[in-house]
């Protein structure tokens, strides 16, 4: 880095892409970016949160780069802010908590998404949010948002698709908006890796992999998705369509019951054909139970003949009434799914999924989270686990499996003759 009395330069040379995204960050306070796994994305942030930190013109400027984790903002950006700002006269690195206050007062602030309580309470003139895919959703909308409000600070997020989650539908709402700046980088558009690169790329991670992480498809399975292949098998088959509920038919209502988490309900017919009807998906977030089964009993053209839900329901709420002791004093009387294994539900849901037709409007939220419910990256062994991540797509997931259990997990096996031999008595 080169300094004057009053100008210093980064060592840093944006390619013509990066520039582009330069031009649109400094053009509006919002601002998206879709970009292929090695475009250089975080590369180009760090630039531009250095550039805002220094050219705002508020008193004590707040800028905050935030990652999925506080151990991958430490692991993906820190090394690039102090290599940006090596030479700089007046910078003090506090690594002890990702803090780096420069000689005009402003401090860049290094945080993980998976705790965002620590951002409330704070303001903040510039956020930006990498692989914004992997952050909580409510990240944006409940933490970042107020902190920038009044200082009308602006936004920016990045990363790489992994599906139709909420930072595709972010970036298919600011297409629709002119007052944002949006981004979807290729490999055609950055010239980044060359053909060779890409070659060896779809060799080692496979076409499904590939389309998300270099081609941007937000259609393509995301890595470790349990039900990703199934769910975009059955979407080529036209089996997300219009799905009106049978009048005449009886209906099943399988629960995933939330206490901090959204409690989940799927509304499914299955015909005796052995096809299976989803026609309905919903969520209540902080909806007391009694609430929500009223809803539900309200529905005088909707013949419900099944309540499926979780082992739990005979936990005790704050109140000290189960969940159980809820729905009989409505009347109401739940099958409860046995315990299992969760892998053998997973398997017992594929089962079902492939006879499954799903109401493409009413179902839309349940289906994207079940084709981005993944198992959890093993960090230390480089491998994904067969546990599954526990985030937004974790409620809508396990109702299903509930269902899936108990319609098709636990039916008793045919036996057929038993063979005996005569190695003992029996």
């Given amino acids: ?41 975080t590369v180009a942030i760090v630039a531009q949160l250095i550039r805002d930190a220094f050219t705002c013109t508020k008193e004590r400027p707040r800028v905050a780069y935030i990652a999925p984790t506080y151990r991958m903002a430490k692991s993906i950006a820190w090394d690039y802010f102090k290599a940006m700002l090596s030479g700089l006269h007046g910078v003090k690195y506090r690594e002890s908590d990702l803090h780096i206050d420069l000689p005009n007062g402003a401090r860049i602030m290094l945080m993980g998404g998976e705790n965002p309580d620590r951002l409330r309470g704070q303001y903040l003139d510039v956020a930006a949010v990498d692989e914004m895919a992997d952050c909580p959703e409510s990240l944006i909308p409940a933490v970042l948002r107020p902190c920038l409000a009044d200082r009308q600070g602006s936004l920016y997020l ?14 298919e709402r600011a297409l629709e908006h002119p007052d ?14 060359s053909e ?3 070659r060896i790329l779809l060799e080692e991670m496979g076409e499904e992999f590939y389309r998300a992480e270099l081609l941007n498809d937000p259609s393509a399975a995301v890595r470790g998705a349990f039900y990703g292949e199934t769910m975009r098998a059955l979407e080529e088959q036209g089996r997300f369509c219009e799905i009106e509920h049978l009048k005449d038919h009886p ?3 399988s629960f995933d019951l939330g206490w901090a988490d959204a409690t989940a309900v799927w509304a499914i017919q299955t015909l005796s054909s052995g096809s299976v ?3 309905d998906y919903a969520q209540f977030q902080h909806v007391p ?10 529905r005088a053209d909707w013949q419900i003949e099944r309540w499926i839900g979780p082992h739990d329901l005979d936990q005790h709420d704050p109140e000290g009434t189960t969940r159980h002791d809820t729905a009989s004093n409505l009347g109401i009387w739940f099958e409860v799914c046995p315990r299992h294994l969760v892998i053998d539900g997973i398997e ?3 089962r079902v999924l492939q006879r499954c037709w799903f109401d493409a409007k009413a179902t839309r939220q349940g289906r994207e989270y079940l084709s981005l419910y993944r198992a959890q990256y093993d960090d230390k062994r480089r491998v994904l686990s067969k546990t599954p991540l526990h985030d937004e797509c974790s409620d809508a997931a396990d109702a299903f499996r509930y269902f899936a259990m108990a319609t098709d997990g636990m039916q008793p096996r045919l036996w057929g003759d038993i063979k005996y031999n005569n190695a003992g008595v029996i």
């Fill in 348 to 350: 017992a849901s594929r």
């Fill in 180 to 193: 944002w700046f949006t981004a979807n980088l290729k490999p055609d558009d950055t010239h980044a890796l």
């Fill in 158 to 171: 990045i990363g790489t698709v992994k599906g139709r989650n909420h930072f595709w539908h972010t970036y």
């Fill in 196 to 198: 060779e690169d890409l």
């Fill in 1 to 41: 880095m080169a300094q004057t009395a009053d100008t210093f330069y980064i060592d840093y040379k944006p390619r013509s892409y990066q520039a582009a995204l330069h031009r649109g960050f400094s053009s509006t306070r919002n601002a998206i970016v879709i970009a292929h796994r090695r475009a250089g994305k």
């Fill in 277 to 279: 009807r989803v026609f």
């Fill in 251 to 253: 209906i099943t209502l």
């Fill in 289 to 298: 139970f009694s609430e929500i089964l009223s809803q539900y009993r309200a």
